[in-house]
């Protein structure tokens, strides 16, 4: 399994502030995921990561208020730019467990609260 | 496409007793089906996964599911809860795609 960490684990911003929010794995994978889980919600996926390449945003989430970096297969940021109240929620991200299995790991998380 | 539904939002036990978490799913494809945990202020941990070998599925911590195709469920079971068992569980579906659907959640409240 894959060992998963995330900065800052939590973080109380100001609205309009951008807050960057790191994932670091302890082997290298190839596809690195970002889900957002707001309060009380399901886990949504923000996008997809493959190193070298764009990230693969799913429908509602655009790279201007997202924007994420893989500059290598074992670390990746999401940027929540211009903040609102709205995007408080938990950020995590997550890897796929190899070719051989379709499960993922999780990282912890990142609790962020807008005021 | 793909759809999971969990069918209760909580579950309230007493320690000891049996626990069901009950999940349906939808998929135009043989699917992968997971449940995964997550305690208060911790990351999601998988409990078990369902990937078209063994119809009853075990997992860590006493938890099993057992694949129903004709009724398209795939419910989590324990035979006797445990007050460490309080935690919010995720039933996952994984069908034709790299991106998995996640269902809304089920609260799982142990009583001592």
């Known amino acids: 399994s894959a060992v998963i960490s995330q900065k800052p684990s939590r973080d109380i911003c100001q609205r309009g502030t951008s807050l960057t929010i790191q994932c670091q794995v302890d082997?290298?994978?190839?596809?690195m995921f970002w889900y957002r889980q707001q309060p009380g919600q399901s886990l949504t996926l923000i996008a997809t990561?493959?190193?070298?390449?764009?990230?693969?945003?799913e429908s509602g989430f655009v790279i201007d208020k997202f924007p994420i970096s893989r500059p290598n297969l074992t670390f990746s940021t999401l940027t929540v730019s211009n903040m609102s109240p709205e995007d408080s929620s938990i950020y995590l991200c997550?890897?796929?467990?190899?070719?051989?299995?379709?499960?993922?790991?999780f990282g912890p998380g990142t609790r962020l609260t807008v005021t | 496409a793909q759809s999971v539904t969990q069918l209760d939002s909580h579950v309230s036990v007493s320690e000891g007793t049996p626990v069901l978490l009950r999940c349906n799913y939808s998929?135009?494809?043989?699917?992968?089906l997971f449940w995964y945990v997550q305690h208060p202020n911790k990351g999601l941990q998988l409990l078990l996964k369902?990937?078209?070998?063994?119809?009853l599925v075990k997992g860590i911590n006493g938890f099993e599911a057992e694949f129903k195709k004709s009724e398209t469920s795939f419910h989590l079971t324990k035979p006797s809860a445990h007050m460490s068992d309080a935690a919010e569980y995720f039933c996952?579906?994984?069908?034709?795609?790299?991106?998995?659907?996640f269902g809304r959640g089920t609260s799982l409240i142990v009583h001592p």
């Open positions: 997550s890897v796929d467990a190899g070719t051989s299995s379709d499960e993922q790991y």
């Open positions: 082997s290298q994978v190839t596809m």
């Open positions: 990561a493959n190193q070298g390449s764009e990230a693969t945003y």
């Open positions: 998929s135009s494809y043989s699917p992968s």
């Open positions: 369902y990937t078209s070998a063994a119809t």
């Open positions: 996952v579906v994984l069908g034709g795609s790299y991106i998995p659907t």
